[in-house]
């Protein structure tokens, strides 16, 4: 049990995480005046990087691929034809608290607004998470409505991040959705095992090993130099109990739009016992224009890395459309 007064390892590592622009800099040996930054950015995205993270940048290196994904640039600020605030048009996807019926077969559930990163290319950036995310006060609301579909399928906790969530309330969650009829498995989408794995406890492991449904966990890393010696560690952690890992990329300009990286990408995921499982093509989100790699680039890409590596360990090439059931395939 954690609470205010006693907050856990991971809790007070994140309350450790870089907020300003200026303190990230100067750590990076990084010259601000060198750097077209975004000028105010502070209130609606703030920076939020992770020491441990930023650990893995280069320091002196304005073009680590690590740092671009969390450095607000100018280049947000800047209004791109095409690119839009709401762009998976989510707000309609709204079914009652914290539950999104977005896919056939799945249930979303916004456990939460909070990440432990703000990613700049985020589709979630401008949605007011908040206002939708499951509160305890309407949890038995929420039950009931997975408890009315009569083949509820998969349930995917997601948000923000759902590892954000205090053990207690996360074992609720796990525990009455699991017992629900019909519920087949528990997927969770979390980026806390690559940005902050201090987040993966003996007790996390534990909770999310109870019940008797099998639990997927989808990460997310976009360079191979995210999977450091204790991401690792913590992914070998999970596996342990038997949970299935996946990772999803956004193809990023500037990250990971090399056929090099992403082949990399995927051998450090297999060695830590992760399969590649989507490669996104970026959501036309406000502010996230530069990011943006040609769907016809991407093509080739996805054509060199089918060349180089083993059919698993190629990552499904997709976009997801507003409105559509599934993710469309690219290639
Ligand atoms: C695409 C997506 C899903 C469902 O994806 P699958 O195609 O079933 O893997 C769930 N949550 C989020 C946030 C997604 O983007
Ligand atoms: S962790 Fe995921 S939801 Fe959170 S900012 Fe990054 S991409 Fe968006």
């Known amino acids: 049990m954690s609470d205010q007064s006693h907050p856990e390892a991971w809790q007070r590592e994140l309350k450790r995480s870089f907020t300003r622009v200026e303190d990230l800099l100067t750590h990076l040996e990084l010259d601000p005046h060198r750097l077209a930054l ?31 994904q969390v450095l607000p640039l100018q280049a947000e600020n800047e209004r791109a034809p095409g690119f839009f605030r709401d762009p998976l048009g989510e707000r309609a996807a709204v079914r009652g ?7 056939r077969g799945r249930w979303l559930v ?14 979630r950036r401008h949605f007011a998470y908040e206002r939708f995310s499951l509160h305890r006060r309407e949890f038995d609301e929420a039950i009931a409505s997975l408890r009315r579909d009569p083949d509820p399928g998969e349930v995917i906790l997601s948000g923000g991040d759902p590892l954000m969530l205090e053990d207690d309330w996360l074992a609720e969650i796990l525990g009455r959705m699991g017992e629900l009829p ?83 990408l995927s051998e450090a995921l297999i060695e ?40 698993y360990l190629v990552p499904r090439l997709v976009r997801e459309v507003a409105g559509a059931d599934c993710k469309v395939p690219l290639a």
């Open 110 to 123: 916004l456990t939460t607004g909070a990440c432990a990163v703000h990613c700049r290319y985020c589709f």
């Open 272 to 311: 830590a016992d992760v399969l590649p499982y989507y490669l996104h093509q970026l959501d036309p989100v406000e502010g996230a224009a530069h990011f943006a790699v040609p769907d016809e680039r991407a093509r080739t890409l996805m054509g060199e890395l089918r060349a180089c590596l083993p059919g």
């Open 97 to 103: 608290t914290g539950l999104l019926r977005k896919y």
């Open 38 to 68: 975004a000028a105010d950015t502070s209130r609606d995205f703030p920076l939020l990087v992770p020491r441990g993270f930023v650990a893995r940048m280069e320091k002196g290196n304005p073009q680590d691929p690590l740092l671009l």
């Open 182 to 264: 019909g519920v087949r498995r528990i997927r969770l989408h979390t980026r806390l095992p690559i940005v902050l794995p201090e987040r993966i406890t003996p007790r996390l492991c534990r909770l999310l090993a109870a019940g008797t449904r099998p639990k997927v966990l989808v990460v997310q890393a976009n360079h191979p130099r995210e999977i450091s010696p204790a991401v690792r560690g913590g992914l070998a952690a999970l596996r342990q109990p038997g949970i299935t890992l996946l990772n999803q990329s956004v193809l990023l300009r500037s990250v990971n739009d090399s056929s090099a990286t992403l082949a990399a």
